[in-house]
């Protein structure tokens, strides 16, 4: 990034970058929160959030939805496993492929959590008009896109 001379009165505060950061990090803690309350970690229950049931997921593409390492996952989904929130069995078409999905139990838990999440920042959400939750939201999908 090249050095402008309008950079000089651009300050953290001020810059969009730097609060969408900041934003960012505000909610990751407060998940991390919710997380620890349901004795888990944070890639735990992102994970959970990630499985929708019926449809079950490679572990593969669990690595790739939380930026890990393959071994990562295998220690997140182990806990999991063991909590009876999650199945894993092999690909009827690839051995070598581990699919995981919800069990009856998860999907109850991920609907708990689910709840949780959605109302953990409302109070800061509440703030804003119906109108600029809608757009904050369309903002939002596409940064994310």
Not at 124 to 141: A, N, P, W
Request: aromatic share 8%.
């Amino acid at each position: 990034m090249k050095y402008t001379k309008s950079m000089e009165k651009d300050t953290l505060q001020d810059n969009l970058n730097w609060l969408f950061m900041a934003a960012s990090l505000r909610v990751k803690k407060g998940f991390m929160k919710l997380a620890e309350a349901a004795d888990l970690t944070a890639p735990q229950v992102y994970a959970l959030c990630f499985l929708e049931p019926g449809k079950p997921m490679s572990m593969k593409t669990m690595a790739n939805l939380l930026n890990c390492e393959p071994s990562n996952v295998t220690a997140i989904i182990d806990r999991l496993f063991a909590l009876d929130y999650i199945t894993r069995q092999e690909d009827p078409n690839d051995r070598r492929i581990k699919m995981i999905s919800l069990t009856e139990q998860g999907e109850k838990f991920k609907g708990l959590i689910t709840e949780k999440v959605i109302h953990y920042h409302s109070e800061r959400l509440d703030r804003l008009t119906s109108q600029e939750k809608d757009q904050f939201k369309t903002m939002l999908l596409k940064i994310l896109a």
